[in-house]
Structures are given as C-alpha cells and as structure tokens.
C-alpha cells in the first residue's frame, strides 16, 4: 500500500527540487491532449491508491464526479464538502493543467494550481500566480503532477 504521507512528502521535495532551476532546453513537446489524459489516467490511478488508505483511518474518501455541467474536466470529490476540477488549457505558448479546489463555507474556488508544461527554460519552476489564489508550477511529469494534486488535497496544501 500506498502510504500517503510519504507520498506528500515527496511531492514536497519534488517541488524544492524544481524551484532551485535548471536549464530545460532540448526538452521534448507534448501533445497537449495526450499530456492531459496522461495526467487523468495517472489520477485515476492515485486515487485508488489512496482511498483504501483513507477507509482504514475512518477518512473520507476521494470519488469521481460525473456532472454533465463540468464536461471535458476531471471532477472529483474529498468527501462532502470539498471539490476539485481538473482542465487542459491549451494556448499557443501557454499550455497548462488547472486544478482549482472548491469548498466551504459558500463552494467558491479555495485554492489553484496550474501546471504549466512545453516551457521555456526561461521560466522559474513554482511561483505565485498574478491573481494572487494559486501556485504556478512547471516541469512536472503527468505521474508528478497527478500525485502532488491528491497529496495536496490530502495535507490541506492546496493553494
């Protein structure tokens, strides 16, 4: 099994890892589309890797939500009261996965992130978004990304 904590653990040096920068030229391009199913396979995968975890601790559980309002997004839920949508936002040169969060006390966006992915080496690695609610992050494999979105979740990180 999985153990979570560690899993967060990890996300968080991946994270210091990355914010120290390095060059990334020479990297390869992803095709936008299949980088986004990539990331929804990988977090399929994380999700039922961790929900047997959360049912020993008595925890509420992570589940898909299939709404038809949130077509084309990954959905899904942390128990009652929070909800996370994932989305490709494809650009010309700005091509990015945004995780926004929404919860209590009123189901407004409480956290974001955005992972930005076919960048420039010019770019730092995890940074402030300009809106002010949201972290910036780049260099990320799918798997990395998929794991720092459900380990967030979990250690109330997510912002």
């Known amino acids: 099994m999985v153990d979570y904590s560690k899993l967060a653990d990890k996300a968080r040096a991946i994270q210091d890892a990355a914010t120290g920068g390095s060059g990334r ?16 396979s990988h977090l399929v995968a994380e999700i039922n890797k961790a929900n047997p975890e959360l ?20 959905c899904f839920t942390f128990g009652m009261s929070l909800f996370c949508s994932v989305e490709l936002d494809a650009q010309p040169e700005r091509n990015r996965i945004k995780a926004v969060i929404s919860g209590p006390p009123n189901g407004n966006e ?21 809106e002010g609610l949201g972290t910036i992050i780049t260099g990320l494999s799918p798997e990395q990304i998929a794991v720092d979105i459900v380990s967030s979740i979990l250690s109330g990180e997510f912002s």
Do not use: M
């Open 110 to 130: 409480v956290g974001r992130r955005e992972y930005l992915f076919n960048r420039g080496a010019a770019e730092p690695a995890s940074y402030r978004a300009e």
């Open 55 to 74: 049912t020993k601790r008595g925890v509420p559980t992570l589940d898909r939500s299939f709404l038809p309002s949130f077509s084309g997004k990954f």
């Open 25 to 40: 030229s020479g990297r390869a391009e992803y095709d936008p589309a299949y980088f986004y199913q990539t990331v929804r």
